[in-house]
């Protein structure tokens, strides 16, 4: 018996994982360091100084900032991807996300957000879905973020409901590895491959594909 359906945010309700790509891109840039796709997919789901710490590893310059310097960096690309932020509006939801949302809703089961990001109530503001949410789960208030579970379990206690009640939706490895690690049914969208070695239960292509009944079919015959 499904209970709560527990999102995550960017990549998953709205295109802003291409947006933090951009911003982290263009910081990056600003201080001689280069990552492709490939790379970005390691910072999905991943929190924002996480995420400078590994563009710093990676371009070999983890000691050449100071922890201040480092906050500055985050804060300068986290002002950039609020003015990308800005653009965003309810046409901007992916495909099938409204109408999951809504079935949903008529099927009064919980619906949760469980995001790294701290822009996300803002996001679901500039989206004008902030009202569907039963729980948003401040990401500061959980002990470790993905891919520890912490953040998932938070919002299934919130909700006051059991882990195995829940489905967790992610396009990010960490997302799909937090998900599994708290117990629930995972539903990963995105690549087959990386989804499923991410552990998911069940791959999309994309969010046109995240049709209720069906979703909840494959969920019953899960093995
Ligand atoms: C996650 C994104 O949802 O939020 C990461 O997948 C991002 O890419 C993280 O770093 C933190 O987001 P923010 O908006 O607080 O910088
Ligand atoms: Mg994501």
Redesign the pocket.
């Known amino acids: 018996m499904i209970k709560a359906v527990i999102f995550?945010?960017?990549?998953v309700i709205t295109d802003?994982?291409e947006l933090?790509?951009q911003a982290?891109k263009n910081l990056a840039n600003s201080i001689s360091i280069d990552f492709d796709k490939e790379f970005n997919e390691t910072?999905?789901?991943?929190?924002?100084m996480?995420?400078l710490n590994r563009i710093l590893r990676h371009g070999d310059a983890i000691d050449k900032y100071t922890e201040e310097e480092k906050e500055e960096l985050?804060f300068k690309?986290?002002e950039e991807?609020k003015q990308l932020l800005a653009y965003l509006k309810p046409e901007n939801i992916y495909p099938g996300i409204r109408e999951c949302l809504d079935t949903l809703k008529e099927r009064n089961i919980k619906i949760g957000l469980a995001?790294?990001?701290?822009?996300?109530p803002a996001?679901l503001n500039y989206l004008q879905i902030t009202n569907y949410f039963d729980t948003i789960v401040n990401?500061d208030s959980v002990p470790s973020?993905?891919p520890a579970p912490d953040i998932f379990l938070k919002a299934a206690e919130t909700l006051c409901v059991k882990p195995i009640e829940c489905i967790g939706v992610e396009?990010?490895e960490?997302?799909i590895e937090a998900i599994k690690k708290a117990g629930m049914y995972a539903v990963g969208v995105g690549t087959m491959e990386i989804m499923k070695q991410a552990g998911a239960d069940l791959v999309l292509k994309d969010t046109s594909e995240l049709i209720w009944n069906e979703v909840y079919e494959a969920y019953c015959h899960n093995d």
Do not use: E, V
């Open positions: 995550d945010l960017d990549g802003t994982a933090h790509f982290w910072l999905k789901g991943i929190s924002r996480d995420s985050a690309k986290n991807y995001s790294a990001s701290k822009n996300g996001i990401p973020g993905k396009d990010s960490a997302g």
